[in-house]
C-alpha cells in the first residue's frame, strides 16, 4: 500500500519558519517528479513547488526566494523549507507523487 504522509505543519508568526516533509513508503519516487499543493480556506488547491527527479524544481511565483523543496531519495522523503512566512500562506499543504497525495498538514501563519 502507497502512502505519503506529511508533517510540520503548525501555527507561526509572520515572518516565522516552518519545514514540511512528506515520508513516502509502499513505493519509491526517485524516478518521479514529487511536488507540494495547498489549499487555502474557500479556494481551489494549487501547486505550489515541484521537485523534478532530474534535479530541477519549480516554484509559484508568491514563494519564489522564501520556499526551498527538497528531496532525499534514500529516505523517500520530500521536504518543503518555507522562511518568511506570510498570512496568505495559510492553507492545508499536500504532497503529491504520481497519483498518490498524502492527507495534509495545516499551516497557519498568523498577523
Known amino acids: 500500500q502507497v502512502q505519503l504522509v506529511e508533517s510540520g505543519g503548525g501555527l507561526v508568526q509572520a515572518g516565522g519558519s516552518l519545514r514540511l516533509s512528506c515520508a513516502a513508503s509502499?513505493?519509491?519516487?526517485?524516478?518521479?517528479?514529487m511536488g507540494w499543493y495547498r489549499q487555502a480556506p474557500g479556494k481551489e488547491r494549487g501547486f505550489v513547488a515541484i521537485?523534478?527527479?532530474?534535479?530541477?524544481?519549480y516554484y509559484l511565483e508568491s514563494v519564489k526566494g522564501r520556499f526551498t523543496i527538497s528531496r532525499d531519495n534514500a529516505k523517500n522523503t520530500l521536504y518543503l523549507q518555507m522562511n518568511s512566512l506570510k498570512p496568505e500562506d495559510t492553507a492545508i499543504y499536500y504532497c503529491?507523487?504520481?497519483?498518490?497525495w498524502g492527507q495534509g498538514t495545516l499551516v497557519t501563519v498568523s498577523s
Open positions: 521537485s523534478g527527479y532530474l534535479g530541477s524544481t
Open positions: 503529491n507523487a504520481l497519483e498518490y
Open positions: 509502499g513505493r519509491t519516487f526517485s524516478s518521479a517528479n
